[in-house]
């Protein structure tokens, strides 16, 4: 009964975000490249971002074809679905994973996860990689290793999302080695390891030229290097991202890796949390890969609990439908941006093109613009850097405006909707 009710309760908050309004950048920007891919059946090319003349490369493509498949079958609606679709697997895949109440406890702690239900349905490119990392980690973790079921996950997260693909079945076997003291299962992880790594090292040098300089050098290289700063450099940025967010199973976690008995499941974390760290640029999404691992050593240490009171996670998850059915999911959210809200009625038709300026760009508005209301968003740092007087409208930062050839119609919270 428990399993049932951790995938109740892990459905429920997953879905409870959905009753407010969400902004989210990334999922936004992934959207509208799915969009891209759906309409012109070009499954290798993203196409353009929002306001920028140069085709996406920060990720390999593959990540969004579950998305692109998703808006060609049943429209930009599903896309939330198919994340939470993600997500609800990877929380599966500890239910069976590991034994008894471990399982249940595991799942339930990734479950309760802020972070992890927080954007779990969110078409980003996180749900899969998780769901794929997790496997992988999964199929390695057991009594009896299979490797190469646990490289082919691994090839399909590093084609979602690179390196960090490839650390959870990295780490699993690194630790295995040491509890085992063998060199062959050293070996065989590394080999495993390195031909997950080949099917995303092929495409890229492969792929036409602008995938090596967008992907492997403006995107790989400049964070290892530090070239990017989006996020943190500070060399304690994953420990830290991970110490603010994993809760409520941290001390769990930590408990657990003071029993001889997680020794191979503490190291694996020990080592997938040093691998997080090496990057020179830490971004808090990065770290996502490691929850599930988390979460097995943390169950590990709560089974024992979850027999000795097993009404606890049918009452949660009771809890969890009743509070996902009544919309108090939207509390967790942030304010809804201006364009769904007090500007919604100025807006111009789709496909308009709309100036956004700011400065620092705000690519939430600008990206936000693109995936709901369809419009053409044009980024600008002033207010007569628009590209030409076609541009008839404008979102304006407040303290960037000033009367001139654009007019002001509108201005709520900090922004000026203005026409010319």
Known sequence: MNRAAVLVL?????????AGHIDDTDAQLYQVLARNMAATHRWLEPGLPPSSARPFREHLPFGLWPYAAAVRAAGERALPWIAAAF???????????????????????????????LYGGRSRLDPPLVFFTTLSFLLVQGSRPRWAAAGAMAALAALIKGPFGLLPLASMAAARAICERSWSTLARGAAATLAAALPAALFVFLAEPSWREGYLHGQLLASASGARTEGTTAWWGALAGVAGRFWPGLPFALLAATQRRNRMLAIACGLLLLGLSLPARKVWNHQLVAYPVLALLAGAWLAPFLERWPRVVPALA?????????????????????????????????????????????????????????LAPVKASALDDAPAPSVRFALVAEPLFHPGSFREVGRARGWVFAVR
């Open 10 to 18: 892990a459905g429920a908050l997953l879905a409870a975000p959905w």
């Open 318 to 374: 009771g809890i969890a439908a009743i509070a996902s059915a009544l919309g108090l999911g939207a509390r967790l959210l942030r304010p809804p941006c201006v364009a769904s809200q007090e500007f919604a009625a100025l807006l111009p038709p789709p496909g308009t093109q709309v100036l956004v300026v700011s400065a620092p760009t705000d690519w939430r508005t600008l990206v936000g613009l693109a995936a709901e209301q369809r």
């Open 87 to 117: 997500s609800l697997l990877t929380v599966a895949a500890l239910l069976v994973a590991a034994p008894g109440a471990s399982g249940a406890a595991a799942a339930l702690v990734l479950a309760t996860t802020e972070t992890f239900f």
